[in-house]
């Protein structure tokens, strides 16, 4: 039987209940449990599953953990848009039993790693260079295997991997690329005088930035990770191990987005 972490922030106390509850019930049949806030110090514990209660970013973070102790995530929507959860609140329990004492049925969804400086970082859905400054724009120079491709002037530029092609790629106007294709997705952020199309790439492909000029910053997973200034700049490339998603209760993609990115927002 697998073990179980659900993971939640302190800041919803919804979340943050709905795991005392689970933990209750579970550990009563033999589950072994924990329960981990997100925005605590401490760190996560180790489990096979981390099962993520709020919004994408909340996933994002339980897959983080899955990614660093081998494990898997799984996804409950408590939030807004929650585009890549698959569980219903009312369907938590039922699914983390069926997860831990079932056969593992994940699914490999490609990551990446981003290395500059002395730093490296994983992320599942993006890595952004964008500017540092409000109102000024910052140039940058994009390498694909070591061959100069593009180079912007621009809000920033950002490598999204297929899962992450729903969250800012889309709101930039990049493609939705379905989560089992093997491919990156580089899509500047309002370029100025240049080519403002994304670029889907083979997902082996060795994506560089380099800061040309202003300061820039890294953003992974919505989170800033860190500066660059001119001459300075970021490797990413596919991390050579995959996030685990658990399925849970699985909608196909067209469902999703009509679900998730048309009438939710209707």
């Known amino acids: 039987m697998r073990s179980i972490a659900f993971v939640a922030y302190s800041s919803r106390p919804d979340a943050v209940a709905l795991a005392n509850d689970c933990v209750r019930v579970l550990r009563t049949e033999g589950v072994e449990c924990s329960i981990w806030l997100a925005d605590s110090p401490e760190q996560a514990p180790r489990a096979d599953t981390y099962v993520s209660l709020g919004g994408d970013g909340t996933f994002l973070r339980a ?7 081998s494990g898997e995530v799984l996804g409950v929507d408590l939030g807004r848009v929650g585009f890549l959860l698959r569980v219903a609140p009312d369907d938590v329990l039922e699914t983390v039993r069926d997860v831990a004492g079932g056969p593992r049925r994940a699914s490999e969804r490609l990551a990446l790693r981003g290395a500059w400086l002395d730093n490296e970082r994983v992320a599942l859905n993006e890595f952004v260079v964008e ?4 109102g000024r724009m910052v140039h940058l120079r994009v390498y694909l295997d070591g061959e100069e491709f593009m180079t912007y002037h621009a809000d920033g530029v950002l490598v999204a991997t297929p899962t992450g092609s729903t969250a800012y790629n ?5 493609p939705i690329v379905a989560t089992d294709v093997e491919a990156v997705i580089v899509t500047p952020l309002a370029p100025h005088f240049t080519m403002d199309r ?3 790439v083979g997902a082996h492909t060795r994506v560089d930035i380099e ?5 820039a910053m890294i953003v992974a997973d919505g989170s800033v990770a860190g500066d660059l200034n001119t001459g300075q700049r970021i490797t990413i490339h596919r991390d050579p191990d995959a996030v685990m998603v658990a399925d849970g209760s699985p909608r196909d993609l067209g469902a999703r987005l009509r679900h998730h990115l048309r009438e939710g927002h209707a």
């Open 63 to 69: 897959a983080l953990c899955a990614h660093e102790n």
């Open 198 to 200: 994304s670029a889907v």
């Open 211 to 215: 800061v040309l000029g202003g300061q």
């Open 131 to 134: 500017r540092a400054q409000t």
């Open 170 to 174: 889309f709101s930039a106007g990049g």
